[in-house]
């Protein structure tokens, strides 16, 4: 009896603190010299599986999804994948503590800098759901090479694109510099004649027009855009 009893209240404490967690959580971020407005969704699925979303207007992020959600006690963490990427120091992360049962505050880390923040629940989770890949048609199958350049610098491109009926397309984006850069993709959409490959981690994308066999389109990182034609490969 003593042994059940244990894990009923064990079971107890243990629904009680994911009540705690799940939510939606408002607040703001202090950095120097001003506040950014910071909202963080967290729910639970029927597997006990944890997901969130994040939402910070100040820096143009609205509804990315959050990534390596970890809970150790009244402990959390979790990182941003999509977006606020540097290939220097990696991904944004946010490390929290719960104080109560509607107050979260912690630390947001981002390229060796800390700032402090503090949020408070104000409802239930509104988690957004990530945008999936499409398929893409057979005119865009296959492997597309061009260069472009940028700072002076010659950069070599090659992109393969492959689609799966049931699971969207992938792509294997290879950018060539000074070094080989195998870019993580993380979205394909096709809409017309049109098509975006998306490296959410490394901020760059290509968007291209279909014309016979050629892409012409270009490069897009950090607001700039760069021609950048691909030729099918022979």
Known sequence: MKLALTLFFAGAMLCRAEETVAGRWKGKIQIPD????LIVDLAQDSGGTWNGSIIIPGLNVKGASLADITLQGSDISFSIKSV???????PVKLDGHFTGVAILVGNFLQGGNSAPF???KIGPAQVETAPRS???AKEFEGEWKGEYELFGYKRQVSLKLASHPDAGATAEFVVIGKRVNNLPVGLITQEGDSITVDSHETDLSYEGRLLKDELVGAIIQAGSETPLVLHRAK
């Open 118 to 120: 503090t949020l408070r």
């Open 134 to 136: 499409t398929s893409v």
């Open 84 to 90: 606020l990427v540097s290939q220097d120091s990696g």
């Open 34 to 37: 001003r506040e950014l407005k």
